[in-house]
């Protein structure tokens, strides 16, 4: 067996051990079993089974991350009238950009979600959630600089309903939904978010 066969086959064996148990409950020695390597070989790939995890889902977890945070902060750049208009509609029109990139990566973010418990990507929507609500408040500080009177908005409601965002967003992932499906969905997901939003901060 050459590298690039054992390399894949440990991957494969990972993957499908992972998706089936999550990483907690994940066997290593179920890991090298079925990959058809000795736990030596394992070791001169991946020092950990942690690691084997970040293999899998790194890259396409920090483009991600990367390209959310972009999002954030080109909205920041835009005037106080242009981010007015725009609310909603740039993180809106993100993620439906995204959800390709998601389902080009399927596997890579069904492990994300579903299966990462006691891996540093457990934390991955509550890290979001955490980048939305301080984008919020930006939001907020700038629309009322601008002499807008916004309502204010009680911290927990507001941990709430950017929370359920995400989760209600990331569902498509959770339930496996066709990606034309999951498009229509987050669309309209997107034009509910946005018309709430507005209503609650009295826009």
Known sequence: ?????????????????????????????????????????????????????????????????????????????LSPAEQEENMGKESGDWMLWITDYIYDHLDAFQLIISHSEGTKYEHFIHEMVEIE???????ITVMRGSGKNLRHIDPQLEHILVSGMFTAFFEVVVH????????????ELKEFQTAGWIKIMGL
Not at 17 to 30: I, P, Q, V, Y
Not at 133 to 139: G, I, P, Y
Not at 178 to 186: D, F, G, L, S
């Open 1 to 77: 067996m050459d590298e690039t066969n054992t390399l894949q086959n440990i991957l494969n064996a990972g993957k499908t051990e992972f998706m089936e148990k999550g990483f907690k409950s994940a066997s290593l020695r179920n890991i090298v079993r079925n990959a058809g390597v000795t736990t030596g070989a394992f070791y001169g790939y991946y020092a950990s089974k942690e690691e084997l995890f970040d293999a899998l889902v790194g890259e396409s977890a920090d483009y991600f991350m990367k390209e959310y945070k972009k999002v954030q902060y080109d909205f920041k750049k």
């Open 133 to 139: 609500v301080e984008a919020t408040h930006d939001f």
């Open 176 to 187: 496996n939904m066709p990606k034309e499906q999951a498009k229509e969905y987050i669309n």
